[in-house]
């Protein structure tokens, strides 16, 4: 019995295998969000295992993530980075416990000049500038070819920015800082990054007092103290020590929340290639889903002859109904298997593309947790055994008798009932739309809604089809029904409207989330050109380089420009209002609204 | 003479209103055990159907039928299923074996159906007697029509039943193979005792069984006890003459 059904499944390899690829495509990418995941996760006790300092002092409440050694800078950037006075790293390297203390530099707004005169690095992410710290047991940074920057021109680069600009030791190099403009170096060595989580910025490394002086432009200030602890010291102890005699104004950090802190923000920027990949399983599963539904129909249908057989030789109906869904078992778990090893490829992919874009993802090795397996297995499994129930049911139901009867024909069912239930969810889909269309104002209220209708619209539309279908088929056979070839294809599609809208089912699908991304990606490229023009009405917007400020010369410069009505300013800083993050946009209140559509809520504008 | 199946009063009615059909109007029949019945008739007389309900492939309008001491009418389709698995044989007119088994898995289907292992002595006589030793690693894609009707034969003997249904069991195959088949049945009486009842319209196929019963216009009208080919020929045509 069970042989037979097993054997059954060898006989229609293609059929089947052709089934079996939705499967394995959705249980990939199930699997590929796992082993992605947990190989992030798992890449991320690098972060606590790298070399970094024990505890960091930073300005309390610093707008933007102030960052030590390889990392951020100020927001915004350009701006004067929030500094604490030098002397400070003196009194904290006097503290119980420190066996050194290191004044360290970081900002925004080291535009590094490659061998071809443009700035290195694309539009979006910072570029940075930081100090070196010589011990390399703290240090995030570490040099990999040459030698650590000493001296006003002097500066070590990163080897990525290097190689984006067409640098290498020996060469000179422009730079262009916030504080001394354009200044020319010599490179003297190349840097990694040992823990990053980094975003595809430049980095320019000094030593503290050139970045200093090209950083900050004040006198002797650091953005940061990067502390080392004595052996046996606890971060949070020495933390609390330092505290003590921190001012007001600073706060410490350990090496280990800062780890906590990094992964947090890694983990929280990949969340979103979860929800995609999901987003992605589902589709494939859906399709699926139809497509093991209509392949175990037909071959139900295709061995009515022997399931009848072998219900008159005394198989019972779950006998038969067990060997169907055996059949789809023994697909549903290679499917699985195949997926797992899809979603291995599937997660490598995702870091080759992320590769790509510029994300260095901390390395690791390749996670595939027992858990991943299981869900894997559960989800493919379930997913075939569930869409051949039905199929399986019915040939249960086969009368041993087909099995003497020349001519076989199943039972064809009334599709009253469907039809009926079609319509109400068509009505349902209908009202639900116009109420989630009405709710302009909740938009939680009116995406939900909206939801609800799309997936009761899709439903219906599977449950219609068979009886819109023969109707379609009548129309759309019209043209070639002067032919009994076209008469005879006709005929057969209407024959069995069932079959013929299972099979369509899966295609409409298909196509209707194609479109429905399609119709997504569109709708917000043509909102956001409509806020653009709708908002902005100036002609031209000048941006400094990597949205870097720039000097208000510029602004002098094309104020005069022959043919410019209005030129006017804007300028940005972060701020903290309450406790929350914002920004403060500075502007000439005359001329401002000549180019953005600004509507005054309340209150006035200061003449 | 005990009886292996008998029916009473059996009625068979399709549909309903103007399409009704009565295909068996009140038989009454008895299969004697150990021997071989023939149910001959002209196209449309009822002769597949009695062998359905007889056999519980399918449900009765009225009246009762026994298989054994089992009356079949009361029978759920679990009940019905096990009488079929363990008390009666088919074969059919189109072989019916599952493609995909070899012929050795297709004898013992129904014993692999019903989870029983095979009486190896028992199996060994039937696949000798049919003469298909050494075609069991075969499919049945690769035996002539009349090795494949061989292992239908041996598929319906290998579970000891109570009876044997064989619908038209010569109906696909040359004469030679159909004698061959016959020769087989006929000999499973001989020396098992095997209780058999054949439909067909073939005189020559009904000459091999002890009794013929005729069936016109859903109602057994005559009975031959020992034929001979050429007296059912006779028969038959003293039907076709009465009818028209």
């Known amino acids: 019995m069970l042989r037979a059904a097993l054997r059954s499944l060898l006989q229609h390899k293609l059929r089947l295998s052709l089934t079996l690829v939705a499967v394995v495509v959705g249980v990939a990418f199930v699997a590929g969000t796992y082993i992605f995941t947990d190989s992030l996760k798992k890449s991320f006790d690098a972060l606590f295992e790298a070399p970094q300092p024990d505890v960091s002092v930073t300005v309390a409440d610093a707008l933007g993530p102030a960052q030590p050694g390889g990392g951020g800078g100020a927001g915004t950037g350009g701006d004067q980075a929030p500094t604490l006075p030098g002397s400070l790293v003196g009194e904290v390297a006097g503290v119980q416990g420190v066996e050194a203390a290191y004044g360290v530099v970081a900002a925004d707004g080291a535009l590094v000049v490659g061998s071809d005169g443009e700035v290195v690095g694309r539009a979006g992410p910072p570029a940075r500038g930081t100090t070196y710290m010589p011990d390399s047991s703290i240090s995030p940074l570490s040099i990999s070819v040459g030698e650590a920057p000493q001296g006003p021109d002097q500066v070590a680069l990163l080897e990525a920015t290097a190689e984006a600009g067409g640098l290498s030791v020996g060469d000179t190099v422009k730079i262009d800082t916030p504080s001394a403009g354009l200044v020319t170096m010599n490179v003297v060595g190349l840097v990694t990054r040992g823990i990053s989580g980094s975003d595809g910025s430049t980095l320019a490394v000094f030593d503290l007092p050139t970045a200093q002086r090209l950083l900050l432009g004040e006198g002797d200030v650091v953005t940061s103290i990067a502390v080392k602890a004595e052996a046996g010291v606890p971060q949070d102890v020495l933390a609390q020590r330092i505290s003590a005699v921190l001012p007001e104004s600073a706060t410490t950090t350990t090496g280990a929340q800062r780890s906590a802190q990094i992964a947090d923000r890694l983990e929280q920027t990949f969340q979103f290639i979860n929800t995609f990949l999901l987003a992605f399983a589902l589709i494939a599963l859906f399709v699926a889903v139809f497509l093991i539904f209509n392949t175990f ?36 778990l290679m499917a699985a298997a195949l997926g797992v090893v899809g979603g291995i490829l599937v997660s490598q992919g995702l870091r080759l593309l992320l590769k790509g874009f510029g994300a260095d993802l901390p390395a690791g090795p390749l996670v595939i947790e027992p858990r991943t397996v299981v869900v894997s297995l559960v989800v493919g499994v379930v997913v075939t055994l569930v869409s051949a129930f039905v199929p399986a049911r019915r040939a249960g139901v086969v009368p041993p008798v087909a099995a003497m009867r020349d001519e076989i024909s199943l039972p064809a069912k009334s599709l009253r009932i469907r039809t009926a239930i079609g319509a109400l969810l068509l009505l349902t889909a209908f009202v639900t739309a116009r109420l989630g269309l009405a709710s302009t104002d909740d938009g939680n209220r009116a995406s939900s809604l909206v939801g609800v209708s799309a997936l009761c619209a899709l439903v219906a539309l599977i449950a219609l089809a068979p009886v819109v279908g023969r109707g379609v088929l009548l129309v759309l056979g019209a043209p070639f029904s002067g032919s009994t070839v076209g008469r005879l294809a006709r005929e057969n599609g209407r024959r069995n409207p069932r079959r013929t809208a299972a099979t369509a089912s899966a295609l409409a699908i298909g196509l209707a989330l194609m ?18 023009d709708d908002t902005i009405g100036a002609d031209y917007v000048i941006f400094g380089v990597k949205f870097q400020p720039f000097s208000p010369d510029v602004y002098n410069a094309v104020k005069d420009t022959p043919g410019a009505s209005t030129v006017t300013y804007v300028r940005q800083v972060p701020i903290q209002v309450d406790g929350d993050r914002t920004v403060l946009t500075g502007v000439d209140p005359q001329k401002i609204t000549d180019v953005i559509d600004l509507q005054m809520q309340a209150g006035s504008s200061i003449p | 003479m005990p009886t292996a199946a008998r029916a009473r009063a059996l009625t068979k009615v399709y549909g309903s209103g103007d399409t009704r059909v009565t295909a068996l109007d009140a038989v009454d029949v008895d299969i004697e055990q150990g021997r071989f019945t023939a149910i001959m008739g002209p196209s449309g007389s009822g002769k597949s159907t009695l062998m359905h309900c007889l056999a519980g492939l399918d449900s009765i309008s009225g009246g009762e039928v026994w298989i054994g001491d089992t009356e079949l009418s009361g029978l759920g389709d679990k009940a019905l299923t096990r009488l079929r698995r363990d008390s009666v044989g088919f074969v059919f007119q189109a072989f019916n074996l599952v493609p995909t088994l070899t012929a050795l898995e297709n004898i013992t289907l129904p014993l692999d159906i019903a989870g029983r292992k095979p009486d190896q002595e028992w199996l060994d006589t039937v696949i000798d007697t049919v003469g298909l030793r050494d075609r069991l690693k075969h499919r049945p894609s690769e035996l002539s029509g009349g090795q494949q009707q061989r292992v239908a034969c041996a598929r319906a003997l290998a579970s000891r039943p109570t009876i044997v249904f064989a619908d038209e069991p010569t109906g696909n195959l040359d004469s030679r193979s159909g004698a061959e088949v016959l020769g087989f049945l006929r000999r499973s009486v ?31 009208v ?6 001979t080919a050429d007296a059912v020929l006779e028969r038959m045509k003293a039907f076709e003459q009465a009818r028209s």
């Open chain 1, 515 to 532: 479109t429905a991304i399609g119709v997504i990606a569109a709708s917000t490229k043509a909102s956001v050109a409509a806020v653009v």
């Open chain 1, 297 to 332: 129909s037909m071959l139900v249908a295709q061995r009515t002859r022997e399931l009848a057989l072998l219900r008159a030789v005394g198989a019972s109906r779950g006998q038969v109904r067990r060997s169907v869904l055996a059949e789809a078992l023994v697909l549903g």
């Open chain 2, 190 to 220: 001989d020396e098992f005792g095997q209780t058999i009842v054949m439909v067909t319209h073939d005189p020559g196929a009904a000459s091999y069984s002890d009794r013929v019963l005729f069936l016109a216009d859903g109602r057994i």
């Open chain 2, 222 to 227: 005559d009975e031959m006890h020992s034929p």
